[in-house]
């Protein structure tokens, strides 16, 4: 199971970004895949997920109504568009893939429940 996160990069205040999450060695369709992001000195914070079993998505409060995630199952590959974007959202972003598909149904992400991580994909913010 491999995950490529990419996309990164410098974008002023206001701006929008894509991220893609390549995915491989996994039947993608039975998979929830979640972005996480990481700032620094914080703590690991789920950002949205999709859940391919369902066919749900879900974001933290934070990102809801900028940030759209999809999925591309030809192409075994998840989109995080970000739009509107704050400094606040500076941050290494991470994907991971959540086998059982039991950890993005609504009530939160956990770190813990992750299969696998991608590398990650840094996204700076300027005011």
């Known amino acids: 199971v491999q995950l490529q996160a990419s996309g990164g990069g410098l974008v002023q205040a206001g701006g929008s970004l894509r991220l893609s999450c390549a995915a491989s060695g996994f039947t993608f369709d039975d998979y929830a895949i979640v972005w996480f992001r990481q700032a620094p000195g914080k703590e690991r914070e789920g950002v949205s997920c999709?859940?391919?079993?369902?066919?749900?998505?879900y974001y933290a409060d934070s990102v809801k109504g900028r940030f759209t995630i999809s999925s591309d199952s030809a192409a075994n590959t998840v989109y995080l568009q970000m739009n509107s974007l704050k400094p606040e959202d500076t941050a290494v972003y991470y994907c991971?893939?959540?086998?059982?598909?039991?950890?993005?149904?609504?009530?939160?992400?956990?770190?813990?429940?992750?299969?696998?991580w991608g590398k990650g994909t840094l996204v700076t913010v300027s005011s």
């Open positions: 999709i859940n391919n079993r369902l066919g749900r998505t």
């Open positions: 991971a893939s959540d086998s059982s598909a039991l950890y993005c149904i609504g009530y939160g992400f956990f770190v813990g429940g992750m299969d696998n």
